[in-house]
């Protein structure tokens, strides 16, 4: 398997219009369609996009979809949702 390059990898982002989850959330615009888009800090990218435009860049490219998250918002989003410790798999009885 190749190495990730970071200039390949899209971030999907939720349009401002959507809500604002995180307080430290960067705001910026969606490098297709120009609409208000907000990122993790964290998140790695060069090219960062809106959910409306990720959906249509995957079906008209007709490409498999990988999508992965880092651990950070992988942990980010369990404590927002609540699911953080016992429903943890790792941790279930
Ligand atoms: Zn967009």
Redesign the pocket.
């Known amino acids: 398997m190749k190495d990730e390059d970071e200039d390949e990898v899209v971030l999907i982002c939720l349009p401002l219009a959507a809500g604002v989850y995180f307080a430290d959330n960067i705001k910026g615009e969606?490098d297709?369609?120009g609409?208000a888009i907000a990122w993790r800090p964290h998140a790695p990218a060069r090219r960062r996009?809106?959910l409306?435009?990720a959906q249509k860049d995957f079906l008209d490219s007709g490409r498999p979809v990988e999508i992965r998250v880092t651990a950070e918002s992988r942990a980010e989003i369990r404590a927002f949702i609540g699911a953080a410790g016992p429903r943890d798999p790792g941790t279930r009885h």
């Open positions: 969606c297709t369609c609409c996009i809106c409306p435009c």
